[in-house]
């Protein structure tokens, strides 16, 4: 089955500074990458998200990158604002399954 | 956008006692439901998989008589939890899929329940 790798597992980063997470998966059939951030005591909610037929997709402050070849996608948060603090789970389609990556607490630092 | 209703939002039961979970789709219809448990500081393991009106499909390692699942229309999915212990305490979250989303890629998630059992 699908295993998906996420790094790092903490992260502290200056408001207003640039954050980056990252996942490698291992199934080269998953199709579809979608971000997560989870608050404490609630389900996850969907940042931003990239289909495997695409490259790079950006949002306002957050972008994702997706290399097929490597089989790897990172999250890039600019100018980070306390609000972002949050836990954020990377996650690969494959299936019809999600499989999560083991997570990242961001902090942001006033 | 898609809602996914989940309640109760937590629940202490007694050890040996029986848990539901509901979860409801509001504005769409939802074929297939996702169950996940994760435990503190941990990622969503996913537990089972629901398809309208089928049988749920259980993940190695988890338990289909403790973890009873009805998945009986397009919008409502039930999680029983059954003869509670307090291993099983830990937070459910269950997720749908959005058919009105593009090529089914769309899952939507509920908010969670903290369940406690003592």
């Known amino acids: 089955g699908e295993n998906v790798e996420q790094h790092p597992s903490t992260l502290s980063v200056q408001e207003g500074d640039s954050a980056v997470i990252k996942c490698t998966y291992s199934d080269s059939a998953s199709n579809y990458f979608p971000w997560y951030k989870q608050e404490l005591g609630k389900g996850p909610q969907l940042i931003i998200d990239?289909?495997?037929?695409?490259g790079e997709k950006k949002d306002q402050r957050i972008a994702v990158t997706l290399n097929k070849t490597a089989k790897h996608f990172s999250l890039h948060i600019t100018e980070t604002q306390p609000e972002d603090s949050a836990v954020y789970f990377c996650?690969?389609?494959?299936?019809?399954?999600?499989?999560f990556g083991t997570g990242t607490r961001l902090t942001i630092i006033p | 956008g898609a809602v996914v209703s989940q309640h109760p939002s937590r629940v202490i039961c007694k050890s040996g006692t029986s848990v539901k979970i509901e979860c409801r789709s509001l504005d769409f219809q939802a074929t297939t439901m996702f169950w996940y448990r994760q435990f503190p500081k941990q990622s969503l393991m996913l537990m089972a998989t629901s398809n309208e009106g089928s049988k749920a499909t259980y993940e190695q390692g988890v338990e289909k008589d403790k973890f009873l699942i009805n998945h009986a229309s397009l919008t409502l999915s039930t999680l029983t939890v059954t003869s509670a212990h307090p291993e099983d305490s830990s937070f459910y979250i269950c997720?749908?899929?959005?058919?009105?989303?593009?090529?089914?890629?769309?899952?939507?998630f509920g908010s969670g329940t903290r369940l406690t059992v003592v």
């Open positions: 990239i289909r495997s037929n695409v």
């Open positions: 996650a690969a389609r494959g299936n019809e399954k999600l499989t």
């Open positions: 997720s749908a899929r959005d058919l009105a989303v593009a090529v089914n890629y769309g899952y939507t």
